[in-house]
C-alpha cells in the first residue's frame, strides 16, 4: 500500500477500491426485511391490543354487552399470538435463527390456527346476517360479525406477510453462514 506522499502500489490505478465498499446483498436484504417484520410487529401487537380489550371489557363487565359483545371463542386462543410477536423481536437484533423459526411455527399455530377457526365459527352468523340482516350482537354500533371479520382480514394478512418474510429473511441468514463456512 502507498502513502499519500509515496508511490502507489504496483498494478493498480487507484481505482480498485469499488468492490471494497459495497455491501454484500444478503446483509442489505436483511435489514431491509428486519424492518418489514419489526413494522408487522407493531401492527399485530395494536391488532392484538385490540382484542385483549375486547376480552378484558367483556369478562370484566365493565361495559354493557349491548356496547361491546362478548367475545368469540377463537379470541381467547389467538391472545396466545403474542408469545410468536415476542419471539420475532428477541431474533431480529442479533440474527437468532431458532428464535425466528420458533416465532414461524408458533405463529402458525397460535395466529392462523385460531383466525381459521374464527372464520368458521362466526360464519353462520355472518350468513344470517347476510341473508336477513339481522345482528345480535354488537361492538359500538356495528354488527360484532363484521368487525371481527374485518379483524381477521387485516390479521390474517399480517401474519401471512410475517411469515413470509421470516422465511426470505432466514435464507438471508442462511446464505451468509454458508459463505462464512466457505471460507
Not at 383466525?115 to 362466526?122: A, T
Not at 371479520?149 to 411469515?163: F, G, N, R
Amino acid at each position: 500500500m502507498a502513502s499519500r506522499a509515496g508511490p502507489r502500489a504496483a498494478g493498480t490505478d487507484g481505482s480498485d477500491f469499488q468492490h471494497r465498499e459495497r455491501v454484500a446483498s444478503h446483509y442489505q436484504m436483511s435489514v431491509a426485511l428486519k424492518s418489514e417484520i419489526r413494522k408487522l410487529n407493531v401492527v399485530h401487537v395494536i391488532i392484538w391490543l385490540l382484542v385483549m380489550a375486547q376480552v378484558t371489557v367483556s369478562q370484566l363487565n365493565l361495559v354493557s354487552h349491548d356496547v361491546v359483545a362478548s367475545p368469540y371463542q377463537w379470541e381467547y386462543p389467538y391472545l396466545l399470538s403474542l408469545f410468536p410477536t415476542i419471539f420475532s423481536f428477541m431474533a431480529i437484533p442479533r440474527n437468532n435463527i431458532s428464535y425466528l423459526v420458533i416465532s414461524m411455527i408458533s405463529s402458525g399455530l397460535f395466529c392462523i390456527a385460531p383466525l381459521i377457526y374464527g372464520g368458521m365459527e362466526m360464519f353462520p352468523v355472518a350468513q344470517q346476517l347476510y341473508r336477513h340482516g339481522k345482528a345480535y350482537r354488537f361492538i359500538f354500533g356495528f354488527s360484532a360479525v363484521t368487525v371481527m371479520y374485518l379483524v381477521m382480514v387485516i390479521s390474517v394478512q399480517v401474519h401471512a406477510w410475517q411469515i413470509y418474510y421470516s422465511k426470505k429473511l432466514l435464507d438471508a441468514w442462511f446464505t451468509s453462514t454458508q459463505d462464512k463456512k466457505k471460507k
